[in-house]
Nanobody, 126 residues
Framework: QVQLEESGGGLVQPGGSLRLSCAAS????????MGWFRQAPGKERKFVAA????????AYADPVKGRFTISRNNAMNITYLQMNNLKVEDTAVYYC???????????????????WGRGTQVTVSS
């Protein structure tokens, strides 16, 4: 019932910035928790950040704390991921997803989530 579409990825040098967007549509999803995962080649899909429907509480994975900021515009059903001071290690396909429990984002795995977009590629390279 939920459709998700990521955009905003691209090629950026280390230290640069990108802003990803996730457009969501579906029935009664406004109060769902929105979040981002990422998956590097040959690795598992891992949690990045999540945000509740009213803008808080927030949750971030340790590697991105202080560099990434998640936000959302509920009127437009768009969730953003502002990525600053990007590192080579941030290179991955970034996916957005939806859940009703913030703890699942933090403690769970990608298999706990049933809806994904196609993803957007972020490549950090000099």
């Amino acid at each position: 019932q939920v459709q998700l579409e990521e955009s905003g990825g691209g090629l950026v040098q280390p230290g640069g910035s990108l802003r990803l967007s996730c457009a969501a549509s579906g029935h009664n999803i406004n109060r769902d928790i929105m979040g981002w995962f990422r998956q590097a080649p040959g690795k598992e899909r891992k949690f990045v950040a999540a945000i509740t429907w009213n803008g808080g509480p927030l949750a971030y994975a340790d590697p991105v704390k202080g560099r990434f900021t998640i936000s959302r515009n509920n009127a437009m059903n768009i969730t953003y991921l502002q990525m600053n001071n990007l590192k080579v290690e941030d290179t991955a396909v970034y996916y957005c997803t939806v859940h009703q429990d913030l703890g699942t984002f933090v403690r769970g795995t990608a298999s706990d989530f049933g809806s994904w977009g196609r993803g957007t590629q972020v490549t950090v390279s000099s």
